[in-house]
């Protein structure tokens, strides 16, 4: 089955599914009333609405500015294009998009694959002649947050769909980008945000995308003595922020499962290492990589633990997704790999190049590795040809993982996922690892339902990168220094 999908979808729609399934912990007055209402999707001809997906498109057309929750690979795209066509089939016919650069290509890829809609992209030496067709034609406008300081604001009177991917993008309220995005969002009419990690430094950040959609629900929820009352705060924020999981709406999803194995530092490497240590906090970013500064599978036992993962994945008939944060990792591990590396997925790579890697990744032979830099391949892209993903050490926050897992553990994977976590001993993956897992206890605790009901009972969960790092890294120098008789 090609488009497990597509093929879900279907079976769906025959059999009958009860709408509390899609719909979080709404209100059931809420719930009801979104279920009653019709919905036009005659111009998504590329395929079929999930019924989750569907209440999910009733959700944002209905209450006309939310923030879409859903938890990785639950299809927020397409939902948001169900929104648009049905827009489009009422003469609503200016959309526009703001996606991170590195999934502009592929938003325009899935918008061609779905649908028939014209596609613009902002972006470019021919930016200003995309706007202006833009405005005189029924098409959607692509763009990302940095580029809309180029946008002519005094030309745009109004935006009938505005449509903010990875919305936690503009979670800064004194950044140029979000202020553009505010001002683009005061001229639209509906507004869909989109994220699967609504929280990830701190609460203030869910408040203030919900504040640039219904500003007078946290006027109610500032004002309100009874805020911290679960179903109050569902009451409250129900008509903004709508949250699905996996395991409640993927009932086909595979299964998942979490290897961490663990390698020992060379002689070489552990003196990287440890000095890298005595460098003090400034050496943390040498502290990260130390156990590939072997430089091959003889002297860097990590490696050697990558490439041989690798070869059994290939023997097993399966592909596989590499992410590391460090460039010249990846170059290492390309360079080892030879020809089982369908190549590097970095920030240096343009958008369109990056979906042609993944197009020829899609149909190579088993045993294709897919190695990307996390912060650029972690994102927005759907790669679930891989099954097996590699995470070449812990970053510093939750949801940079879980994004990056999410590109290959999302709707249409037909096969079980196996997500290796690689760490190395007595070493900075073991503290950040202990650091950052309890932020993730705050995350799942916080943001994991579409209520989130107790979020107000605690001051304010702090996810905070140099928070973690100096933590860990206290960590690390007592360690050495113990290990040492200092």
């Given at each position: 089955m090609n488009d497990s999908a597509s093929f879900y979808a279907f079976i769906e729609s025959r059999t009958g599914v009860a709408?509390?399934?899609?719909?979080?912990?709404?209100?059931?007055?809420?719930?009801?009333?979104?279920?009653?209402?019709?919905?036009?999707?005659?111009?998504?001809?590329?395929?079929?609405?999930?019924?989750?997906?569907?209440?999910?498109?009733?959700?944002?057309?209905?209450?006309?500015?939310?923030?879409?929750?859903?938890?990785?690979?639950?299809?927020?795209?397409?939902?948001?294009?169900?929104?648009?066509?049905?827009?489009?089939?009422?003469?609503?016919?200016?959309?526009?998009?703001?996606?991170?650069?590195?999934?502009?290509?592929?938003?325009?890829?899935?918008?061609?694959?779905?649908?028939?809609?014209?596609?613009?992209?902002?972006?470019?030496?021919?930016?200003?002649?995309?706007?202006?067709?833009?405005?005189?034609?029924?098409?959607?406008?692509?763009?990302?947050?940095?580029?809309?300081?180029?946008?002519?604001?005094?030309?745009?009177?109004?935006?009938?769909?505005?449509?903010?991917?990875?919305?936690?993008?503009?979670?800064?309220?004194?950044?140029?980008?979000?202020?553009?995005?505010?001002?683009?969002?005061?001229?639209?009419?509906?507004?869909?945000?989109?994220?699967?990690?609504p929280i990830e430094n701190n609460l203030n950040e869910?408040?203030?995308?919900?504040?640039?959609?219904?500003?007078?629900?946290?006027?109610?929820?500032?004002?309100?003595?009874?805020?911290?009352?679960?179903?109050?705060?569902?009451?409250?924020?129900?008509?903004?922020y709508l949250r699905r999981k996996r395991i409640d709406v993927l009932k086909e999803l595979p299964d998942i499962e979490f290897i961490e194995m663990f390698s020992e530092m060379s002689q070489k490497e552990r003196q990287y290492y440890n000095d890298a240590v005595r460098e003090g906090i400034s050496g943390l970013m040498?502290?990260?990589?130390?156990?590939?500064?072997?430089?091959?599978?003889?002297?860097?036992?990590?490696?050697?633990?990558?490439?041989?993962?690798?070869?059994?994945?290939?023997?097993?008939?399966?592909k596989i997704l590499i992410f590391s944060f460090f460039k010249d990792n990846l170059e290492l591990i390309h360079q080892t790999l030879g020809t089982q590396s369908a190549g590097i997925i970095s920030g240096d790579v343009s958008m369109n190049e990056r979906q042609q890697m993944i197009d020829t990744f899609t149909h190579r032979e088993a045993g294709a590795t897919l190695i990307g830099q996390i912060d650029a391949a972690g994102v927005g892209l759907n790669i679930q040809a891989a099954n097996i993903v590699i995470l070449c050490e812990p970053q510093w926050k939750p949801s940079t993982e879980l994004q990056a897992i999410g590109r290959a553990y999302r709707m249409g994977q037909t096969k079980n996922v196996i997500v290796y976590r690689l760490l190395s001993e007595n070493s900075i993956d073991e503290a950040i690892t202990q650091v950052r897992d309890e932020k993730l206890k705050s995350f799942n605790l916080y943001a994991n339902d579409s209520s989130v009901a107790d979020v107000f009972k605690a001051q304010e969960i702090e996810i905070n990168e140099k928070d973690i790092q100096k933590e860990a890294f206290e960590i690390e120098r007592k360690r050495l220094e113990e290990s040492q008789g200092a």
């Open positions: 709408s509390s399934q899609h719909a979080g912990d709404l209100p059931s007055v809420l719930v009801e009333k979104i279920t009653n209402m019709n919905l036009d999707v005659s111009l998504l001809t590329g395929g079929t609405l999930r019924p989750y997906q569907a209440f999910g498109t009733k959700y944002a057309l209905y209450n006309k500015r939310t923030l879409i929750g859903d938890e990785m690979g639950l299809g927020k795209t397409i939902q948001a294009l169900g929104v648009i066509t049905h827009l489009f089939k009422d003469n609503k016919t200016r959309a526009f998009v703001i996606c991170p650069k590195s999934v502009m290509a592929n938003w325009a890829h899935e918008i061609e694959k779905w649908t028939s809609i014209p596609v613009k992209i902002f972006h470019g030496a021919k930016r200003d002649e995309a706007f202006n067709e833009w405005l005189e034609t029924p098409s959607i406008l692509i763009t990302n947050p940095e580029h809309t300081k180029n946008i002519d604001f005094d030309a745009l009177d109004f935006i009938d769909c505005l449509i903010i991917d990875e919305a936690h993008l503009i979670k800064n309220p004194n950044t140029q980008r979000t202020k553009n995005a505010m001002v683009l969002a005061e001229k639209s009419e509906y507004v869909m945000m989109m994220t699967g990690t869910m408040k203030h995308l919900i504040g640039i959609l219904q500003p007078q629900i946290i006027k109610e929820i500032d004002n309100n003595p009874r805020m911290n009352e679960p179903e109050t705060f569902k009451t409250i924020v129900s008509p903004a040498k502290m990260r990589r130390a156990a590939f500064t072997g430089n091959n599978i003889n002297d860097s036992e990590k490696l050697a633990n990558l490439i041989e993962i690798c070869t059994e994945a290939k023997e097993n008939g399966h």
